[in-house]
């Protein structure tokens, strides 16, 4: 089979990595890919927003599968484009993205089919969402509706934070169209953790948990990134609150999405906050995570293509998945500066060394290839990835691959997994 990933991160070098180990994969293309992609898959320089590109090498290539990496081109309508070409794939059409697409509507999803939730309203003008913050009180959180590259969740200790949120982002427009209209929520409080299930429209299927770090700094501290690492499995998802997650959140998302003409397709990631109350839904995304992406594939036994075909296929409910026992934990390496403004073009050396160690994989993100070297193009550049008997001991294994790696330009923080170990 010929299968096309589109992305560039490390969780489509992930995605390429264990696609490329299934005896199904004949020939494996990556659009447009990166420096550690190239040696699993053919990189081409088409970008993800591309859509008419990517249709284009589809059909030259006779494409016969075509896994979506990120969120964007799935807003955009490219799973729709390859149905109606005949060409299968795997990701939610453009309706069902606009579950993270739009905040609001998930909100109004879970109201309407009783999934539980922060208590929320929506709003498109900036005094009556004051006058809601000012009948509400503090703490409370404000969220740009849109895609906001993950920054658009401001949480706020008192009410002039809040205020001022709704400033930021309706009136000074900080995100652009995504802030035209705000969700304000109560704040929650508990224990986060990430929640995936494989959907093919009518069966969904949990995968292994897993739990990212967003903060740039050492103890969840400093600015939100899109991840600097993460691990799996995560404890406080049991058997037992994955039953009640499927239960009371995922199921009834997807009888609820149905019904509303979003029927939905693809990976479904809960943000989750277990409260006191039980397993509350943040938000949906509809792709996998990165870095939780990198860490679940390198515990995934069963075939990662055949994984991912059945979703599209509507076959679920005839497969069985098979994990490996051992905990898997991703270091993030960034260029400095990150998540601000960072340089690009430093050579990144040590590489083979720590891809040598046993149990370890580098995947490889905002990287390029130049005449042999590999140089850092991108903010979260490599995701040094280990498997253990323990989650503390897949971190002490991903931290002595992190210390072979040679880029004194790049940083990490020491501590991914804390919580767990
Ligand atoms: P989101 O982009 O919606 O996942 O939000 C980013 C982060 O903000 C989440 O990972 C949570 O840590 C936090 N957050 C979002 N909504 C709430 C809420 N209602 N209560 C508490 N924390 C929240
Ligand atoms: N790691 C967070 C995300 O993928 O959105």
Redesign the pocket.
Known sequence: MKVLVIGSGGREHSLCWAIAKSPKCDELFCAPGNAGIDRVAISIPIQVDDLDGIMDFVAANAIEFVVVGPEGPLVAGLVDRLDAAGVKAFGPSARAAEYEGS?GLTKDLCAKYLIPT?EYARFDEPDAAKEYIRVKGAPI?V?ADGLAA?K??I?CRNENEAYAAIDHIMTESAFGDAGAEVVI?????GE?ASFFALVDGKTALPLVAAQDH?AVLDGDEGP?TGGMGAYSPAAIITEEMSARVMDEIINPTIKGAAADGRPYKGVLYA?L?VTKKGPHL??YNVRFGDPECQAMMMRLKSDALEMLLACAEGRLDKIKLEWHKEAALTVVIAAEGYPGAYDKGSEIKGLDAAGKLKDVVVFHAGTVEDDGRILANGGRVLNVTALGKTVKAAQKRAYEAVDLIDWPEGFCRSDIGWRAV
Do not use: S
């Open positions: 905040k922060a959180v969220k993950g658009g969740v949480l929520e109560e704040m929650m409080v986060e967003k939100n943000g906050m943040i938000e």
